[in-house]
């Protein structure tokens, strides 16, 4: 009788997970297009290829869907932090923590893709930048020990804005490359400005 009900919950988790699949992939494919104001539940379930009493018993509404989505978003970006954050000082280095980052996005690419679009939320995309701010503090403190926090407090505003760069050119290739090398690359843009492109060969215009 027990097994019967081991099976009955572990199938309902499966249809509980693909179903809520179903409803993200539909949710980021209309956000692409179009503000959230301008999407209905009905328009999302169908596209999904659900009924709205399937979608009313996972949220309340479209909001609440968007909240829950970058609700597991933030709970992973910060699990992905904590192995790098709880490793010893030889594995805590910029470009360790940069690969964990950007790894995270590219696990959560659909969500990534419409939050840095014409109709993402940049609130969240806020707050994504406060957390990396919070624990690039600390890795960097680690690892430049004449550095103050301001001034790496100061370089992170600085390079923050351009990894968002980088992030949207790699988003808007599909993110064919590993999060490993775009990882690199920024950390080299990072630490040697423009004399990352010294060693890359010059031409004249």
């Known amino acids: 009788m027990k097994e019967r009900e081991g099976e009955r919950l572990s199938k309902n988790d499966y249809r509980t997970r693909v179903t809520k699949m179903l409803i993200r992939e539909a949710f980021t494919a209309l956000l692409k297009s179009r503000p959230i104001q301008s999407i209905t539940v009905k328009e999302l379930c169908g596209k999904a290829g659900i009924n709205r009493g399937t979608f009313y018993a996972h949220y309340t509404d479209i909001y609440d869907l968007l909240d829950k989505m970058e609700d597991e ?61 919070e624990n690039c503090v600390e890795t960097y403190t680690r690892y430049f020990e004449g550095a103050t926090p301001e001034q790496i407090e100061y370089f992170y505003a600085f390079v923050s804005a351009g990894c968002i760069g980088v992030l949207e050119k790699w988003l808007a290739e599909g993110m064919a490359g590993s999060a490993q090398d775009i990882a690199a690359m920024t950390e080299d843009i990072m630490m040697s400005g423009i004399g990352f492109l010294k060693n890359k060969g010059s031409r004249h215009i």
Request: charged share 25%; hydrophobic share 40%; with cysteine.
């Open 73 to 133: 978003m933030t709970a992973d970006f910060r699990k992905a932090l904590e192995p790098l954050l709880d490793s010893g000082e030889k594995e805590l280095t910029p470009l360790n923590f940069t690969t964990g980052v950007f790894q995270c996005l590219k696990d959560n690419a659909d969500i990534c893709t419409v939050t840095l679009g014409p109709y993402g939320d940049k609130e969240f995309a806020a707050r994504l930048i406060q957390i990396g701010q």
